[in-house]
Every structure is written in structure tokens, then in C-alpha cells.
């Protein structure tokens, strides 16, 4: 990447990121963003995701993350000129989301023309929804207080967010998830089942276990950052083995 173009991104990102911790303590107070559980995951390390992408892909690239909450990562990669489509099953999230890619337009960190959009539904389709949501139900039974009727609503009241953003995780080139160790087999799968071959992933490394679900092979691996969630050692983009 020509080093103008690089420091253009980062001056981007930088904008982003400010736009973000803006609202993420009002958004952390809210009490439908506790409903769902809200965790964002740490800015610096999505800034140096997203800037090791840029030397990867192309602009064009199609980036679907899931789980994207307020969407910071969805922005930054939007701000690379991707595709970028994020898809959360809170629908509060999904609204200031909506909210701060209007800001960030109208601050010049993302470009008009760049398609970034967001869409509130389940990530999990196919084969592996009904496995999920059985482990999901008992999950849930032991925190009453989680929305399970928000990720696994009333069958008529279901919306495909794939089909809302016109869509599928098989036009991804990169799939982008950040779930807790526990979740992690389920999307393993789903992912499997789901995805083309040409389609990259960045996701935690909890154990070669997880990973070899798909399998996969690491192209690039961040830097650690220490922070007050549960996070793994690393975080790789990785490519089918």
C-alpha cells in the first residue's frame, strides 16, 4: 500500500475509533444492551486487523461481521473501502450503528459510495439453528435475564438478516466473528456449513480443536491485547487449509 493511501486509512481508523468510545459508555449503561450482552472488543487490535487486511485484499472485498454490536469493526473496514455488512440479533445495537456510519460519513472517514450496512437477525441458519438454540435454551434458563426471545424469536416474527442485506455468507470473502469459547464449536460448523472455499476468517484461537472444525490455516496473527474480557492469546486471519 502506498504510504499516503496507508496514512490516509489510519488517520481513518483513528477518526473512527474517537467516534465510537464517544457513545460506547452510554451504549454500556443501556439496558437493552445488556439484554444481549454487550462486549466490544478492543479498538487497537480492529485498527491493526484492518490495516494488515488493507495489505491483504483488495477494495471490493466482501467483510460480513457477526455479532457486530455497534459496529466498529464493520466501520473500519468500510474506511479500507470493503464491502461491509454487520448483522447482530439486538436491535438497539443495530440502530446506533446506523447512527455512528452516518457520523462517521459526515466526518469523512467513510466514503459515500462504499456499501456498509447492517441488518438485526440470528446469524445462525441452516443445520446448526436448532442445535444452537437447544443449547441456547438451556444457557439461558440459567440466566433468565438474557432476551432469549431476541436471538430465538417466535418462528413469524423470524427475520434473515443474509436475505434483509441480499446477502449470503457464501458471497463472503471474509467472515469475521469474536465469540466466547463456549460458542465456539457451534459457529465452527455453522461456518463449515455455510461458507465457499475461497472465504477467508478472522476469528480467537482458543484451541486447535475449534480451528480444525473448518480446518484452517493462519495467514496472519495479531498481537495480544490485555483487556477486562475474556480474550485468547491471539487473534488470526486465517484461509481454508
Known amino acids: 500500500m502506498d504510504r499516503s493511501i496507508k496514512h490516509s486509512l489510519q488517520q481513518r481508523l483513528a ?137 430465538f424469536p417466535l418462528e413469524g416474527n423470524m427475520n434473515n438478516p443474509y436475505k434483509e442485506l441480499g446477502i449470503s455468507l457464501s458471497d463472503a470473502d471474509l467472515v469475521y466473528c469474536y465469540p466466547y469459547p463456549e460458542h465456539m464449536p457451534f459457529l465452527c460448523k455453522f461456518l463449515a456449513e455455510m461458507t465457499s472455499s475461497k472465504t477467508h476468517f478472522i476469528l480467537p484461537f482458543y484451541s486447535e480443536e475449534y480451528i480444525s472444525l473448518l480446518p484452517l490455516t493462519p495467514i496472519y496473527t495479531a498481537p495480544s491485547v490485555l483487556c477486562n474480557i475474556r480474550l485468547p492469546a491471539s487473534v488470526s486471519i486465517y484461509r481454508h487449509a
Open 15 to 151: 477518526g473512527i475509533c474517537d467516534i465510537t468510545v464517544s457513545v460506547e459508555s452510554e451504549v454500556r449503561r443501556h439496558t437493552e444492551a445488556k439484554r444481549t450482552g454487550f462486549v466490544q472488543f478492543p479498538l487497537t487490535l480492529q485498527r491493526t486487523l484492518v490495516l494488515q487486511m488493507s495489505q491483504l485484499f483488495p477494495a471490493d472485498t466482501v467483510v460480513i461481521e457477526l455479532g457486530c454490536g455497534i459496529g466498529s469493526f464493520t466501520f473500519m473496514n468500510a474506511a479500507a473501502r470493503f464491502s461491509s455488512y454487520g448483522i447482530d440479533c439486538n436491535s438497539y445495537l443495530i440502530d446506533v450503528a446506523r447512527e455512528i456510519h452516518s457520523t462517521c460519513i459526515d466526518q469523512d472517514c467513510i466514503d459515500r459510495d462504499v456499501d456498509c450496512r447492517f441488518a438485526v437477525g440470528n446469524i445462525h441458519c441452516g443445520e446448526t439453528y436448532n442445535e444452537y438454540k437447544k443449547y441456547a435454551e438451556a444457557t439461558f434458563a440459567e440466566n433468565p435475564d438474557r432476551a432469549f426471545e431476541e436471538i
